[in-house]
């Protein structure tokens, strides 16, 4: 077993979807960083789409012909996105009262997962860059678990437009990570 390629994910030749979903996260992220006015509650539809693509992209990359190694955190995540977003897009009033909570438990699920992956691959080149990604994604759960609580919309839309671009770029680097070399490995 090759140590330099270790990672908690596995490869896939799908990594590039996972690079489109991220993308698409930091597009979303600048577009209501420079639009707030286009309100709470199409920030909360805008995320469960969003949502709903990457939990599908995931899924898709955990069902390939050659899954990657941690496929199991593939399919809870996209199942997890997939039913959040679906609660999003359903009831816009449902949304607006829900959607900090519904961010905080995705970022802590997220940040958790990366955590586990530094700790799994702690081994490999970049496992610190999991630990501080995971750390990072915790803590953005633990600020909309406050501002949902407080019900402080201009801190929500803040956080939002900030973890927008913050978790689209953590999608990349993960699409980076599972990217194989040359071949992929079994």
């Known amino acids: ?39 709470y509650a199409i920030a909360s539809q805008i995320f ?23 496929w199991g955190w593939w399919i809870a995540g996209g ?35 990366m955590v586990i ?12 860059l999991y630990l501080v990604n995971g750390i990072l994604l915790m803590l953005i759960g633990f600020f909309f678990l406050e501002a949902g609580w407080v019900q402080n919309m201009m801190m929500v839309s803040f956080l939002t437009s900030l973890a927008f671009i913050y978790w689209g770029f953590s999608i990349c680097m993960v699409a980076y990570d599972i990217k194989p070399a040359g071949r992929l490995e079994k």
């Open 1 to 39: 077993m090759n140590l330099t390629k270790f990672n908690f994910l596995g490869f896939s030749k799908s990594w590039w979807l996972v690079l489109i979903a991220g993308i698409v996260m930091v597009i979303c992220g600048f577009a209501y960083w420079f639009w707030p006015d286009a309100g």
């Open 48 to 70: 469960g789409w969003v949502l709903i693509l990457f939990g599908i992209v995931q899924l898709i990359v955990a069902a390939g012909p050659r899954y990657p190694k941690g």
């Open 117 to 128: 992956g530094s700790c799994n691959g702690h081994k490999g080149r970049y496992w610190w």
């Open 79 to 113: 199942m997890i996105n997939m039913f959040i977003g679906f609660l999003l897009v359903r009831s816009i009033m449902l949304s607006e009262f829900v959607f900090p909570y519904f961010l905080a438990l995705v970022f802590l699920y997220w940040g958790i997962s």
